[in-house]
């Protein structure tokens, strides 16, 4: 079967760094998302990664390795606004998104 | 530009009622999508179309129905609601249902089926 894992919850203070894991097993790889949703909204997009290696976009950076299966996001310099739940998703082979379940970040002045 | 409007926000349905939700995107999307999302699962598929005129089944299709008349809207009809069908629903769009195409999200209709 298709999994991905990710921490049910996370905390971290203000002004911190924080990495979020998630690993995968999907039928085929196209690419692996880091979505961030605020608590009541709808998930927005923050990253996107196909290659091995990290993207890095302001404070927030995304690194995967296919060969292991596994991917992190990395958020630096933590503000209070940070905190949201942060979705990993990975495009398999029949190009839908598989969604982990989801890591609730909380952060702490 | 509005991007993607869902409506209801929210709705409280009797089992046994018929529900549509709709979801309409003013980027001239050619795929949309419809998850359901429920607490300590991910998002989970339940329709979709890459384009108009065509839908395929997601994950989870059992008890819902699609249509695509056109690129703009992309309804959802629950025919027989159930209790297990109380969640939130999203409806997502994207360019093209490519490897590196970025999904966008409605804000959601939050529905419970008593």
């Known amino acids: 079967g298709q999994n991905i894992d990710q921490p049910t919850e996370m905390t971290a203070t203000e002004g911190a760094i924080v990495q979020i894991n998630c690993t995968y097993q999907?039928?085929?790889?196209?690419?692996l998302f880091w979505y961030q949703q605020h608590a009541g909204e709808a998930p927005t997009f923050l990253s996107y990664?196909?290659l091995d290696g990290l993207e890095e976009k302001g404070r927030f950076s995304s690194f995967l390795s296919r060969s292991k299966g596994y991917s992190y996001l990395l958020l630096k310099e933590l503000q209070m606004k940070d905190s949201a739940s942060y979705l990993c998703?990975?495009?398999?082979?029949?190009?839908?998104?598989?969604w982990g379940a989801g890591t609730k970040l909380i952060i702490k002045p | 530009i509005a991007g993607i409007t869902q409506a209801p926000t929210s709705q409280i349905l009797a089992a046994g009622r018929r529900m549509t939700l709709r979801c309409t995107q003013d980027m001239r999307h050619n795929a949309m999508y419809w998850y359901r999302q429920d607490l300590g699962l991910g998002l989970r598929l339940i329709h979709y179309?890459?384009?108009?005129?065509?839908?395929g089944k997601g994950e989870v299709p059992d008890g819902y129905s699609v249509s695509r008349a056109n690129t703009d809207d992309f309804p959802l009809t629950l025919a027989s609601a159930v209790p297990s069908q109380t969640s939130v629903y999203f409806c997502?769009?994207?360019?093209?249902?490519?490897?590196?195409?970025?999904?966008?999200f409605g804000p959601g209709t939050r529905l419970t089926v008593l």
């Open positions: 990664n196909v």
């Open positions: 997502a769009s994207s360019e093209v249902a490519a490897s590196t195409d970025t999904q966008y």
């Open positions: 999907t039928s085929g790889f196209n690419g």
């Open positions: 998703a990975v495009r398999d082979s029949n190009y839908q998104l598989i």
């Open positions: 179309s890459n384009t108009a005129g065509t839908t």
